[in-house]
């Protein structure tokens, strides 16, 4: 997947004492998108939008927020974050993420 006119913030988000990082998207339209890599071991995370999170590579599991079962993610598969929630992950290889953030 490529993404065309779009601007780059060339400063990175980093967490977890740089075990995640990503750098942010800018449309025309104004959204935005995140591009990630998340190294090995366990975050949380807080979504104070709605967010669908595409893994491009790499395995990790996802707990959302309510729910009681770990789900298993790997390349080419995604899943949902609601508004105003959190979720938690295992990343269990190296993974690269694709993030967008819906109204």
Do not use: H, Q
């Amino acid at each position: 997947m490529k993404f065309k006119n779009v601007t780059v913030e060339k400063t990175s988000n980093v967490y977890f004492d740089g075990n995640v990082s990503s750098r942010n998207i800018i449309f025309d339209d104004g959204s935005i998108k995140t591009l990630g890599l998340m190294l090995i071991g366990e975050y949380e995370f807080n979504a104070s939008k709605k967010e669908i999170m595409e893994i491009t590579t790499g395995e990790l599991e996802v707990l959302l927020n309510g729910e009681s079962e770990w789900k298993n993610y790997k390349e080419g598969m995604s899943f949902e974050v609601p508004v105003n929630s959190s979720f938690k992950v295992k990343v269990n290889r190296i993974t690269n993420y694709c993030c967008s953030y819906l109204d």
